[in-house]
């Protein structure tokens, strides 16, 4: 047997500001050369287990400890950062907080250079991993000046050029497009495959089976509800009561009857015995194809970095109360054609808003159309107080204190805040704090929502509440705009998709005509759901089987 590399043994924690430990009573022993993912809803405690495993606890945040944390049978809680960067090396949720170079290339070397790496060797050391994760033409750049899928790949291989024993990803996919993300999961693979130690703390666990892993620990409310291999687990509904996103094909198994908590080697869809499955593949589909009232018109918006052009030429019209979804590659400009749309760069092209010209607007007025969520928390927050966080909008526009606390608590409810409302914002998690944002935006009642990455980095129970929030503000006649890279998410509530390739729309259909295009998925770095791949095992049209998903899911937003 394997010896044990992490050991945890009637592991207890509890922060000094709050009144009930986070971690209670875990026991948890990890093998050398493990593969393990932990997941579990937000405020679960996964987060504090990590934290614990990289020395962020007790070195900055500071509590009350009880039990045993060992690392290679030696007593861990107690070691400091650096001591702990040398056993376990840690790839951030929080990219922004991990640099530490001017340049991408100083960022990979700064590791090296700590431990006094010669030149030459560190110069090779960044050429492997730049070229292994795909940056070489990114060296000169500034870390910050990057996409949010490449600002992943730098901190990953900022980690990985250290190569220390055991390797903790954090929401490693969490701003990453499909494909990407599928890079990141084959490359954890691989590394694995090389005797490496490795832990995966992540939401996306459709997205991590991928690859297989050898045992997922699900955590909630600070203790160990499942601890073994992922077949055994996806058999039950703990993932449902924990309020995770279960595997899209094994929801659309259960709808068609089979019986799940039978099923051999269910976490690889491949081998799953279907022969028993029967699937009506007759009834004829039909999509709404009614016209909105133009809203938004944009023609020939051009916009560059330098003489790095972003976006070149595009035109996109926006009709009033659709629900659309932008998809795309990392890199491919959707994050700028958001900036254009709210100001906050100024573009070549034509701006209408219900026909009327809008160029001229400055950010404020632009603003009071359209409310945009950024898809890094950390650059929108301003307050020290969840409650004043959200209600600084209003109160910048002079709305009566009564009316703001009326508004600012539904919002947090909304959001799944209500709770934390006199909570300080430092005292949050990432994903907590991206719901702050969006609640800040949400209480202020625009007329188009844009949102960057709405539901990245939160759990079921979260993304089903923000979700079912904004199909709601939808169906009330709101326009709701969202970049996203989650396909679950363009497939159950968007009506529309647009796609990015290098700056420009390379198709606008419905979602399900785009997760059926193979070729434009791989141009565009997004891959289709596990129903295609579910529809292809089975034999029948994959528009047909999202359909039946859909209906069974309740969703008819789209």
Same mark, same amino acid.
């Given at each position: ?18 009144s ?5 009573n ?35 945040h ?78 000169s ?11 992943? %790949?730098?901190?990953?291989?900022? !980690? *990985? $050029?250290?190569?220390?024993? &055991?390797?903790?990803?954090?929401? +490693?996919?969490?701003? =990453? ?10 490359l ?22 991928? %690859?297989?892993?050898?045992?997922? !620990? *699900? $955590?909630?409310?600070?203790k &160990?509800?499942?601890?073994?291999? +992922?077949?055994?687990? =996806? ?76 976006l ?50 400055s ?31 209003l ?42 944002t ?17 539901t ?57 005509e ?45």
């Amino acid at each position: 047997m394997k010896p044990a590399v992490i050991e945890f043994k009637n592991f207890s924690f509890q922060y000094q500001a709050q009144s009930e430990p986070t971690l209670k009573n875990i026991n948890l022993t990890i093998y050398q050369g493990e593969k393990v993912l932990i997941v579990g809803p937000s405020g679960s405690g996964k987060s504090t287990l990590g934290q614990c495993l990289n020395g962020i606890i007790p070195n900055i945040h500071q509590g009350q400890m009880s039990g045993e944390f060992l690392i290679q049978g030696q007593p861990a809680y107690h070691l400091s950062v650096y001591d702990k960067s040398t056993l376990v090396s840690t790839v951030l949720q929080d990219t922004d907080g991990q640099f530490i170079g001017l340049s991408v290339a100083e960022d990979l070397a700064f590791a090296l250079e700590n431990d006094l790496v010669a030149q030459a060797d560190m110069k090779a050391s960044v050429s492997k991993w730049a070229s292994r994760l795909e940056l070489t033409s990114l060296l000169s750049h500034r870390p910050q000046d990057l996409s949010g899928g490449q600002k992943q %790949r730098v901190s990953l291989a900022g !980690v *990985l $050029i250290d190569e220390s024993p &055991i390797l903790l990803f954090d929401e +490693p996919l969490a701003n =990453l497009d499909p494909k990407s993300g599928q890079d990141t999961i084959d490359l954890i693979d691989q590394l694995h495959g090389e005797n490496q130690t490795i832990l995966i703390i992540e939401h996306r666990l459709e997205d991590v089976l991928y %690859r297989s892993v050898d045992r997922i !620990v *699900l $955590i909630e409310d600070g203790k &160990i509800h499942f601890n073994g291999h +992922p077949d055994e687990l =996806l058999k039950t509904t703990l993932l449902k009561q924990a309020g995770i996103r279960e595997p899209l094909y094994v929801t659309t198994l259960r709808q068609l009857g089979y019986a799940v908590d039978e099923a051999e080697h269910l976490s690889n869809l491949v081998r799953l015995d279907l022969s028993d499955v029967q699937f009506d593949n007759s009834e004829k589909l039909t999509h709404s194809s009614e016209k909105k009232e133009p809203l938004l018109a944009l023609s020939d918006i051009r916009f560059g970095y330098g003489e790095k052009e972003v976006l070149k030429g595009l035109h996109l019209d926006i009709g009033h109360g659709e629900m659309i979804a932008i998809v795309g590659k990392n890199g491919a400009g959707k994050s700028t054609l958001a900036k254009a749309l709210c100001k906050f760069i100024e573009t070549q092209g034509t701006y209408l808003w219900k026909n009327q010209a809008i160029k001229g607007d400055s950010t404020k007025e632009r603003a009071e159309r359209i409310g945009y969520v950024l898809q890094n928390p950390n650059q929108m927050i301003s307050e020290t107080m969840i409650f004043d966080e959200v209600a600084l909008g209003l109160r910048l526009r002079g709305v009566a204190e009564s009316e703001i606390e009326v508004r600012v608590h539904e919002a947090l409810k909304t959001c799944g805040l209500y709770e934390f409302r006199k909570w300080p914002i430092s005292a949050l998690s990432f994903g907590q704090k991206k719901r702050v944002t969006i609640a800040a935006i949400l209480v202020l009642n625009p007329e188009v929502i844009l949102l960057d990455e709405p539901t990245a980095g939160q759990d079921q129970r979260n993304y089903t509440e923000i979700m079912e929030f904004l199909a709601s503000l939808h169906q009330k006649g709101h326009t709701i705009i969202m970049i996203t890279h989650d396909m679950q998410l363009m497939l159950d509530y968007a009506e529309r998709a647009i796609v990015l390739v290098d700056g420009e729309i390379v198709a606008d259909r419905a979602p399900v005509e785009i997760l059926t295009d193979s070729d434009l998925l791989a141009r565009a770095n997004l891959k289709d759901t596990s129903i295609f791949a579910l529809a292809n095992h089975l034999g029948v049209n994959p528009l047909h089987l999202t359909e039946f998903y859909k209906k069974g899911k309740g969703v008819s937003h789209a």
